[in-house]
């Protein structure tokens, strides 16, 4: 077996979808392993855009497996939705190459329903001193925390409906108690889920396998195994900008506890690094741009959320958040993607260090907090006008574009592996393999 992880690292939306989409060709089968729906990758493939929450972006491609593994959270609506969509399309979805652990988590109802109450609080219930996260609603945080305390339900139970609904009711006398006594909001009936409950049994019950012995018996035929991350490294529970962070493991190790895969078989990390900075939500962001630069930059690179449509926050290029990641991931190459966004503009920042009341910071401190005030100390580099769509080659780039990747190099310490220079799967220049020989 070989195996590449594939991570962001910047708080997500760093163009994961088209370099999955792309490295599949390599792979046999593209394994996701963290996250719910909460994320978006947004892939262009043939002139078509295509939209993916919870399906491996790997399934634009024929003859190859996607796996849903047991760290993701899966609304299983919403996963329907998706599949059916694609079908339309005429995309091949079906058991053959669409497998989901049995041991993933659902996302039911009642999660989205705390999640939005959580965020917007009634004043009764003393929030207004309450931190807002800038989460998306969908659920994952408290599907998460019912994982956590071993009071979820999985897709398995689906396969059970008595099973199913005892567990389903055991969980709403909490989730009701809450709902209705702090939220001021209408109970969850168990009948009503009952009723959604027979839909997705019948309709999901195909692709439910045990994705442990799937990936073994891969693994033990030397397949090539793709794993896709969602989100960036500075989202991750443990060891991001805590609290403004999600609710599962988005580094690389998330790729071994959530697929079951041992570390020691990944032969390879590859970090996307979008060629500027964007976040969603609350939380610091020392080179946001609040002015005409950073208007440019969301308008032009489209920033703006796959799965809410929420307008991204954009920055000049952090490589204090990409430093951090690489080491936190073990980064072996680095994938630039949106570099042809900065077309046009008369100079570009990168940003080496922060100053800050504590001093001059190279990595990301322990405490989000520390983040205040810190004042990016910038690289400065002229910018340039030329189309680089049809680059292939690093020689092909004009020379200030080449000036800028090589700091980014220097300054992540790692190599670059590739550069996407535009939106569809050939406007790529690749500068190494990514899975070994």
Known sequence: MSGVVVIGTQWGDEGKGKVVDLLTGEADLVVRFQGGNNAGHTLVVGGETYALHLVPSGILHKGKRSVVAPGVVVDPEVLLTEIRELKKRGVEVGPENLALSGKAHL????????????ENPPAVSGGDGRVRIGTTGRGIGPAYEDKASRQGLRLNDLLDLEVFRGK???????????????????????????????????????????????????????KRILFEGAQGSQLDLDHGTYPYVTSSSTTSGGAATGSGVPFKELDRVLGLVKAYTTRVGEGPFPTELKDEAGDALREKGGEYGTT?????????????????????????????????????????KIAVAYKTPAGRLEYLPQETRDLEGAVPEYRVFPGFSEDIGKARRLSDLPRNAREYLNAMEEEAGAPLALVSVGPERDETVILSKMFPA
């Open 107 to 118: 996302i039911l109802p009642y999660h989205n329903l705390l999640d939005e109450a959580r």
């Open 168 to 222: 389903l009711e055991s969980a709403l006398l909490e989730k009701n108690c809450l709902l209705t006594g702090l939220y001021r909001k209408a109970p969850v009936k168990a009948e009503d889920l009952m009723a959604k409950a027979r839909i997705w049994a019948s309709e999901l019950a195909p692709y439910v396998t045990d994705t442990f012995l799937l990936l073994l018996k891969a693994r033990e035929a030397g």
């Open 308 to 348: 809410t449509g929420r307008p991204r926050r954009c920055g000049w290029l952090d490589m204090v958040v990409v430093r951090t990641a690489r080491a936190l991931s073990g980064v072996d190459g680095l994938a630039v993607t949106k570099l042809d966004v900065l077309r046009g503009l008369k100079e570009l």
